[in-house]
């Protein structure tokens, strides 16, 4: 039976990808973007929702669907107040988990990142820790935290500074080997393609580690 897919973040590279994937993959019959300005999809298969993401009221009853996609995220360069940027890393992950288990969606999955934990002493790799932690409790049968190292893939307009760090990680993945593989930096290609695979495939575990997150992206086809 064909799935509907919503989608959180589809003007973003890795949630961009994902919607060109979902609108070719017969598996799902409806692409429901959530979005605070129009994009540039015009598939029939595309149904976009114009809304406040900081504000589920905005959307709430049209938050239905089989599975949802949380590519949201913001960086401390792009979000220096801190808290604008928990309200967008935590609370966008939190808040809509929380109205799907309301609506009866089964499968929840969201970018997160390697390294996080709730207990660290930074504020940025706490915040995604605390966010993976409380998500994992609002019960969503099928949760799925996928958490990739350095995301590759950006255009060369990149954030000022990813360049650099593009440049350094292409050196040192040569050197990434054995139980240091989770550091690999990750094409954001290969991310939006285990999220699409693991909306077919069932995982028994929660956290989806960078070296999963390419085998999924093996895996996956239309």
């Given at each position: 039976m064909s799935k509907t897919a919503i989608i959180l973040g589809a003007t973003g590279l890795?949630?961009?990808?994902?919607?060109?994937?979902?609108?070719?993959?017969?598996a799902f019959s409806k692409v429901k973007i959530f979005t605070r300005r129009p994009t540039s999809f015009t598939h029939e298969k595309v149904e976009e929702i114009i809304c406040d993401l900081l504000d589920t009221s905005t959307f709430k009853e049209q938050f239905t669907g089989d599975v949802v996609f949380c590519c949201i995220g913001t960086t401390k360069a792009q979000t220096p107040d801190?808290?604008?940027y928990r309200a967008i890393d935590y609370g966008i992950p939190i808040e809509t988990?929380?109205?799907?288990?309301?609506?009866?969606?089964?499968?929840?999955?969201?970018?997160?990142?390697?390294?996080?934990?709730?207990?660290?002493?930074?504020?940025?790799?706490?915040?995604?820790g605390e966010m993976e932690r409380d998500l994992s409790k609002v019960g969503i049968e099928n949760t799925y935290?996928?958490?990739?190292?350095?995301?590759?893939?950006r255009p060369d307009d990149a954030r000022k500074g990813e360049k650099t760090l593009k440049m350094m990680m292409a050196v040192m993945d040569f050197f990434m080997v054995g139980p240091l593989k989770k550091w690999k930096s990750t094409q954001a290609k290969d991310i939006a393609r285990a999220m699409a695979q693991l909306?077919?495939?069932?995982?028994?575990?929660?956290?989806?580690t960078n070296i999963e997150i390419k085998e999924l992206s093996s895996a996956y086809y239309v």
């Open positions: 890795t949630g961009g990808l994902l919607t060109e994937l979902l609108i070719k993959d017969p801190r808290d604008k988990a929380q109205l799907a288990k309301q609506h009866g969606i089964t499968s929840y999955m969201v970018i997160s990142s390697a390294g996080t934990s709730a207990k660290s002493p930074f504020f940025y790799v706490r915040t995604k935290i996928l958490k990739p190292a350095f995301i590759n893939g909306a077919k495939q069932t995982v028994t575990h929660t956290d989806i």
